[in-house]
């Protein structure tokens, strides 16, 4: 039996939704909504609109005014400790005159965390624990970011049901259906950066910007990162284009062209350097560290069959699958399949994968899988996803999202 009341879960899933709010907008910050509750009455709420803006407990707070003294406040994350951008959260719900505190889950980073302790110090009843799975499956780009010190890694790629993603010809649009399109740029929308191959750049010749059917203007495109080990792509293409906003990113070999890495840099991109594995492939790992680096807590693989057999088995860097299978078939031994590479020599050597959902997008099956040994249940975290949908909210998941 819970030992919250039905009210009380009731005001942590009106936080978890104005959290959701920012999904695509906070990043590097986690994604908070905050409600202030008194006399079984919300009097106030907020949630965290971007870096630099006032945090969502504090926003709540300022609603509130004096009503916040004797109030109780609901928050997905321990609220944070810390002067960084915006003051310390605790002051101001010590200072407001808050008498409980009920947080989902607790900040992980080393500069914020604490707050908890500082609110029992001054007085403050807490209450840490409630709605704890969903608060964390919220946040876990922010939660294995700061913990692993890497990106999270999605992998979103489609097919027919026998598993080819062309025809022999080479013909790929469109296999999947608009609303799994769709449902591709928002996730888009929520991450930091967008992966793909040389030979998608070059097939497919992709914007890789997010265009979330029907909702608000973007405060920002993800990152477009290209593989390019020898730097071969024409400059052209539409993702070296400056006007759609957010930066490109070209990743080679170090032994590719200098002369082409300056004449990328001159136009305003920028090139990264990772090592070639012994396959010839560039190292994915030591792509994803480059990544974290630049504060990029997510990003979202859209491969050819080269990269997803790499970052799927080769080298395997992925926390969740995104599979639609469209209800055809294409045939042809030639056609290329979900994975190329070489493949495995031996069932015993296939790692498996745990199911999180099966569900329908349009026409389409979806399939959300982790692989065994991703950032998730078994790993080092304290509570487990509900539904592997990494953040994006039912709302957002419809296919009429937007146009309500």
């Not at 942590?12 to 907008?25: D, I, P, S, Y």
């Not at 008194?38 to 609603?63: D, F, M, N, V, Y």
């Not at 991109?269 to 997510?298: C, F, I, N, Y």
């Not at 959300?368 to 990494?390: T, W």
């Amino acid at each position: 039996m819970s030992r919250w009341t039905p009210n009380q879960v009731a005001y942590m899933k009106e936080a978890l939704r104005l959290a959701r709010q920012g999904w695509g907008l906070v990043s590097p910050n986690p994604m908070v909504g905050a409600v202030l509750v008194k006399r079984g009455k919300i009097i106030a709420k907020s949630w965290h609109t971007g870096p630099g803006q006032p945090h969502a407990e504090a926003g709540a707070l300022t609603e509130a005014g004096r009503k916040a003294d004797g109030a109780e406040l609901y928050v997905n994350l321990e609220p944070c400790s810390h002067h960084g951008r915006t003051p310390p959260c605790t002051e101001a719900i010590i200072e407001a005159g808050v008498a409980k505190v009920y947080y989902s889950v607790s900040d992980p980073h080393p500069k914020a965390a604490g707050g908890a302790y500082l609110l029992e110090e001054a007085g403050i009843e807490v209450d840490r624990g409630l709605m704890a799975n969903e608060a964390w499956e919220l946040n876990q780009f922010f939660f294995k970011w700061v913990s692993k010190g890497l990106p999270f890694v999605i992998l979103k790629t489609a097919a027919s049901l026998d598993g080819k993603i062309a025809t022999h010809t080479g013909e790929a649009r469109w296999i999947s259906s608009k609303a799994a399109r769709n449902f591709g740029h928002i996730i888009r929308a929520g991450v930091d950066a967008v992966l793909i191959g040389r030979s998608t750049a070059f097939k497919d010749n992709p914007e890789l910007s997010a265009r979330p059917w029907g909702r608000r203007k973007m405060h920002q495109q993800p990152w477009r990162i290209v593989l390019d080990p020898s730097l071969k792509l024409q400059r052209t293409l539409k993702l070296f284009d400056p006007q759609l906003g957010g930066p490109t990113v070209v990743v080679c070999a170090p032994d590719a062209p200098q002369a082409d890495k300056e004449a990328i840099r001159r136009l305003g991109h920028t090139v990264w350097e990772v090592p070639r594995l012994d396959s010839g492939l560039l190292s994915l790992t030591a792509l994803l560290s480059k990544m974290a680096k630049a504060d990029l807590q997510s990003v979202l693989i859209e491969p050819g069959a080269t990269l997803a057999s790499s970052a799927l088995i080769e080298e395997p860097i992925v926390d969740l699958v995104h599979i639609f299978l469209a209800p055809k078939f294409l045939g042809g031994t030639n056609a290329p399949s979900l994975l190329g590479g070489p493949g495995l020599g031996s069932l015993n050597l296939a790692k498996e994968l745990e199911v999180l959902k099966i569900g329908r997008k349009g026409p389409d099956i979806h399939l959300i899988l982790r692989p065994s040994g991703a950032f998730g249940p078994g790993s080092d975290q304290l509570f487990a996803p509900v539904s592997g949908y990494a953040g994006i909210d039912e709302e957002l998941l419809s296919d009429d999202a937007g146009r309500k």
